[in-house]
């Protein structure tokens, strides 16, 4: 059973006059990777196939983030009626595919595998959560609050079979901080960055790595607060084995909120500059 269903949503409550034009792009593309899921639980159910209770789960989870993808392309297309999610996905999924073929987890180990999609739940937990209290929008408000909630159960699910598989695995503090730092590190891989592609840019312009990276993180870091980073760091200090609340966990989270900060006005400088240059490039055809 799912915990919410898409007809539930007051979709008729939509209010254009508070759209956030920042944000529309952002919800176009978690609508891709949102979509993708089935992917992940054919990765997921190889990985684990011995496994029928994680593998019944994982069949599960699929369903509630294939929902999850449905309800923000169907946000898309009322923020921005000439949207066409459907030929936005055909095109995200015709040029970005996840590796299926694995025996083993691709993360070294099953508690690896369980670590790095504790990451992914309490990226996904902190930026729903984040968005929607940004959003003024009452029909996104409340597709952000449903979709968070879910997240932070994926989040438990995934950390209790990690405990499991960690009992009999014995997984290093070392390595599990190794798989911890890297998925995150894979934020600005090509996974978000070709989703902002597929889903906002002419479908004859190539794709550019660099430029779509810097078009999706310079808008989306803009809408986290401490409090949500001060929420994620407690998520993925207990996921590789520390004391979520403590001196550590939030010295952790100043520090990451300074170097998101960072982060956030060097991908806003580089935002301007292109907006600036496609001025300029306007002005000189005009
Ligand atoms: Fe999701
Ligand atoms: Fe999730």
């Known amino acids: 059973m799912k915990h919410w269903h898409i007809e539930e949503i007051s979709w008729d409550k939509f209010d254009a006059s508070r759209l956030d034009p920042e944000i529309v ?6 609508a891709m990777v949102e979509r993708n899921a089935a992917d992940y639980v054919t990765y997921l159910t190889r990985v684990f196939a011995d496994d029928p209770d994680f593998s019944a789960a994982a069949e599960h989870w699929g369903v509630e983030e294939t929902q999850h993808g ?17 030929a936005a996905f055909a095109r995200y999924r015709a040029g970005y595919r996840i590796q299926l073929d694995a025996e083993a987890s691709i993360r070294g180990s099953r508690t690896g595998e369980l670590i790095a999609r504790c990451m992914v739940e309490t990226g996904t937990s902190s930026y729903y959560t984040a968005l929607g209290e940004a959003t003024e929008e009452p029909v996104l408000k409340q597709v952000c609050r449903l979709i968070a909630a879910d997240e932070y159960r994926h989040f438990k699910l995934f950390y209790d079979h990690m405990r499991r598989y960690l ?7 070392v390595k599990r901080l190794r798989v911890a730092l890297g998925r995150i590190g894979e934020t600005e891989d090509d996974e978000l960055a070709f989703a902002f592609h597929s889903a906002n840019e002419p479908a004859d312009m190539p794709y550019d790595h660099e430029r779509c990276t810097t078009a999706y993180m ?4 803009g809408f986290y607060q401490f409090r ?3 929420r994620g760091m407690g998520m993925i200090f207990k996921s590789i084995g520390l004391q979520p609340r403590g001196r550590v966990s939030d010295m952790a989270a100043k520090a990451s909120w300074r170097l998101l900060q960072w982060r956030r006005d060097r991908y806003r400088l580089a935002l ?6 496609n001025a300029t490039r306007l002005a000189r055809a005009a």
């Open 25 to 30: 792009p952002l919800v176009k593309a978690a």
């Open 70 to 86: 449905d309800a923000l392309g169907r946000w898309g297309m009322l923020a921005d009626p000439g949207w066409d999610f459907a």
């Open 167 to 173: 009992a009999r695995e014995n997984l290093s503090f």
């Open 218 to 221: 310079g808008r989306a870091i």
């Open 228 to 230: 949500h980073i001060e």
């Open 272 to 277: 301007a500059k292109v907006a600036n240059e």
